[in-house]
């Protein structure tokens, strides 16, 4: 599996436009969207404005349905929703943000997403956030298997549980937040010293060896610039072993976040 580093739109509104044609021009070709980041219209003019003088099939296009429409049993309208406010007529990937509380409601939102891709609105299809039992139900109960998990990971975060049956079961691992907690940490500053890279070059490095697509975040025009650029490394199995050792299980986004919490978050 081909494993591919990916530009985060989670940002302030007033940034994402110009943050994703900076994007485009440095290179990246692979967007994670969701549309709880509420800023999807101004991504959609980005991308508009590229497709002006690119092809749409140049880029990799994802997005996310949130809990409550999985919830409301609102999937297909979620989709649709997407597809207007980016102004496209396809998604290279959907994912289902975070699992419901309830998943017999993941498992209809599943099967829906089952129906959009065998129509050709969605071209993969998978989750985010979701532990190994939970994708096994929507696995076992369709056939269809979730062909992404999208989970938080960094050197102090590393979930080998999902990890390890992810990359077992050919399932494409993508990971967030790589870089946001460990820009401070003396064991990652020390071994990026060594390496000569950056700490993003480093986390960026750990991620692809560990078979995990890498997702970054930036608004800063210099960092969207440098995070692309960053010599990936080729990290020796003394560097390995050290970032596995650094692991605390130290998330951002708490995966017990009462549901109601997170939407007040993304609203700020
Ligand atoms: N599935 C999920 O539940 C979920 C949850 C969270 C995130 N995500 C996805 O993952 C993406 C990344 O997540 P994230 O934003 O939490 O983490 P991140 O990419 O690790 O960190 C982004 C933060 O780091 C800063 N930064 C980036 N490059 C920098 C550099 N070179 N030097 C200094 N600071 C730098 C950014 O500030 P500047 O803008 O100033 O550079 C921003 O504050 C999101 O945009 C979203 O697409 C998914």
Same mark, same amino acid.
């Given at each position: 599996m081909k494993n591919k580093l990916i530009f985060g739109t989670m940002m302030k509104h007033e940034k994402t436009t110009s943050a994703i044609l900076k994007a485009l021009e440095v290179g990246y070709r692979n967007f994670d969207l969701a549309q709880i980041y509420g800023n999807q219209k101004l991504i959609g003019e980005a991308f508009n404005q590229w497709f002006?003088? &690119?092809?749409?099939?140049? @880029?990799? @296009?994802?997005?996310?349905?949130?809990?409550?429409?999985?919830?409301?049993?609102?999937? %297909? &309208?979620?989709?649709?929703?997407?597809?207007?406010?980016v102004n496209i007529d396809y998604l290279d990937s959907i994912l289902l943000h975070r699992p419901s509380l309830n998943l017999e409601n993941d498992l209809q939102a599943w099967k829906e997403l089952i129906k959009l891709k065998e129509k050709g609105i969605v071209k993969q299809i998978g989750v985010s956030n979701y532990e190994?039992?939970? $994708? $096994?139900y929507l696995w076992k109960s369709t056939g269809v298997?979730?062909?992404?998990?999208?989970?938080?990971?960094?050197?102090?975060?590393?979930?080998?549980?999902?990890? =390890?049956?992810? =990359?077992?079961?050919? @399932?494409?691992?993508?990971?967030? =937040?790589? %870089?946001?907690? %460990?820009?401070?940490d003396h064991n990652v500053i020390d071994i990026a010293k060594k390496q000569n890279t950056s700490i993003v070059g480093i986390c960026k490095s750990f991620a692809l060896e560990m078979? *995990?697509?890498?997702?970054?975040?930036?608004?800063?025009?210099?960092? *969207? =610039?440098?995070?692309?650029?960053?010599? $990936?490394?080729?990290?020796?199995?003394?560097?390995?072993?050290?970032?596995?050792? @650094? &692991? *605390?299980?130290?998330?951002?986004?708490?995966?017990?976040?009462?549901?109601?919490?997170?939407?007040?978050?993304?609203?700020?």
């Open positions: 002006k003088t &690119n092809k749409r099939e140049e @880029i990799f @296009i994802q997005s996310k349905v949130w809990t409550k429409d999985i919830d409301k049993n609102d999937t %297909v &309208n979620a989709v649709n929703k997407i597809l207007e406010e190994k039992d939970q $994708i $096994i298997k979730p062909e992404i998990n999208q989970i938080e990971f960094s050197p102090i975060n590393q979930r080998y549980d999902r990890i =390890t049956f992810a =990359t077992e079961n050919d @399932i494409e691992v993508q990971g967030y =937040t790589i %870089v946001a907690q %460990v820009f401070n078979q *995990i697509s890498p997702i970054i975040s930036s608004s800063n025009s210099d960092h *969207i =610039t440098s995070n692309f650029n960053d010599p $990936i490394v080729k990290l020796n199995e003394q560097d390995l072993n050290y970032l596995k050792s @650094i &692991n *605390i299980y130290k998330n951002k986004f708490s995966e017990m976040y009462p549901i109601a919490l997170l939407d007040e978050y993304y609203q700020k």
